[in-house]
């Protein structure tokens, strides 16, 4: 059964990088059909898509203002982890950060959505 | 940018009938998906695809897409539906995934 599993800091000082981890596991990641997404949602709004990452290493990133040249998202296959990089955060990125399974098609008519999503991971950027 | 547009907030009663509504410019061309979000939870994913429902969600979500709208429809809602609910879908012009605001169901 697949589970995804976020980890790292809950605390970030403004202008640091964040580094989140997502493991993987019951499933392999490499397989095309599927991508490895990142989701983030500030206390008390919306959800917000910061981008998805192949097996091959394919990524689409948001081109949000707020997130635009900020956002790395990387996969290892070897150890079944996906791994989101946000530079320079201030405290507007204060948010629970979710990992999930991007099933892609490529086609309009179907696909590109969210089956299997990790319990989520609060970080707090705050000095 | 592609925007998806939910109402805020929408109510039933209990055995009623919910619909929460999803405006986007020509969405009935692409596939919409929906989220259920409980209160200090991951979302769930209740219909993609338009109208398909994963293994283990109840036959009571069903939803639609034509035109502008897609819409959620949740049948003899229960108080355990309460909940934000998200629609989402693929803009293939941008290759970016989009998240309408989201709508909160109250079970009155």
């Known amino acids: 059964q697949l589970q995804l599993r976020e980890s790292g800091p809950g605390l970030v000082r403004p202008s640091e990088t964040l580094t989140l981890t997502c493991s993987v596991s019951?499933?392999?990641?490499?397989?095309?059909?599927?991508?490895w997404g990142w989701i983030y949602q500030p206390p008390g709004k919306g959800l917000e898509w910061i981008g998805s990452?192949?097996?091959?290493?394919?990524?689409?990133?948001s081109s949000s203002p707020s997130l635009r040249g900020r956002v790395t998202i990387s996969l290892d296959t070897s150890k079944s982890q996906s791994s989101l990089n946000l530079g320079s955060v201030t405290a507007a990125d204060t948010a629970v950060y979710y990992c999930?399974?991007?099933?892609?098609?490529?086609?309009?008519?179907?696909?590109?959505?969210?089956?299997?999503w990790g319990q989520g991971t609060l970080v707090t950027v705050s000095s | 940018s592609y925007v998806l547009t939910q109402p805020p907030s929408v109510s039933a009663a209990p055995g009623q009938t919910a619909a929460i509504t999803c405006g986007g410019s020509k969405i009935g061309t692409v596939a919409a998906h929906w989220y259920q979000q409980k209160s200090g939870q991951a979302p769930i994913l209740v219909v993609y695809d338009d109208t398909k429902r994963p293994s283990g969600i109840p036959e009571r979500f069903s939803a639609s897409n034509s035109g502008n709208t897609a819409t959620l429809i949740i049948s003899r809602v229960e108080a355990g539906d309460e909940a934000d609910y998200y629609c989402q879908v693929w803009d293939s012009n941008t290759d970016h995934v989009v998240f309408g605001g989201g709508t909160k169901l109250t079970v009155l």
């Open positions: 019951g499933v392999s990641v490499n397989t095309r059909t599927f991508y």
């Open positions: 990452v192949s097996s091959r290493g394919r990524t689409f990133y």
């Open positions: 999930a399974r991007h099933v892609r098609t490529g086609l309009m008519i179907q696909g590109d959505y969210f089956d299997s």
